[in-house]
């Protein structure tokens, strides 16, 4: 007769709660199926547009909320937002220190810079209404539209 052993090593005991941590955690770490993805930062922003004083017909925008050092393309649309007209691809600030401009190198620092930051100059005929948004490549998201209406 043959008996069979009712003590298991321990050993086997250890692999098998090392395979139960494995499974759950790839299970956790899968893919979303909605294939949606949480994004823990905010949406990025159209938020200024002004006349460039050197050029009447130049105007410069300004966002933020972009990734850091991330390229983005800005795309000038027509007043209804269906025709594009124009498109400008630029960097996003990465942010650091920052002096005044009039100062030479030599001059003590004065604030931090923000990141994320954009600007586009574009030419837009006076008295003419434009829209305006900005794709965060990095991101893959679009930032909301802003209306432009250069006064000259």
């Not at 823990?40 to 925008?61: C, G, H, Q, S, Y």
């Not at 000038?76 to 650091?96: C, F, I, K, N, P």
Request: glycine share 10%.
């Amino acid at each position: 007769m043959t008996s069979f052993s009712t003590h298991r090593p321990l050993g086997s005991l250890v692999a098998l709660i090392g395979l139960v941590v494995l499974a759950t955690t790839a299970t956790s770490a899968a893919a979303n199926p909605g294939g949606t993805t949480d994004v823990p930062f905010p949406p990025p922003t159209m938020t200024d547009a002004w006349t460039n004083t050197e050029r009447t017909d130049a105007i410069v925008l300004v966002g933020h909320d972009f990734t850091p050092g991330g390229s983005v393309e800005v795309a000038l649309y027509d007043q209804s937002g269906a025709q594009r007209l124009e498109t400008r691809w630029t960097t996003a600030t990465v942010g650091g220190f920052v002096r005044d401009w009039r100062d030479g190198p030599a001059a003590p620092r004065v604030g931090i810079s923000p990141a994320g930051v954009i600007s586009a100059p574009f030419a837009v005929a006076c008295g003419t209404t434009a829209k305006v948004r900005a794709y965060n490549q990095q991101t893959a998201r679009w930032s909301d539209w802003l209306d432009v209406h250069p006064g000259c």
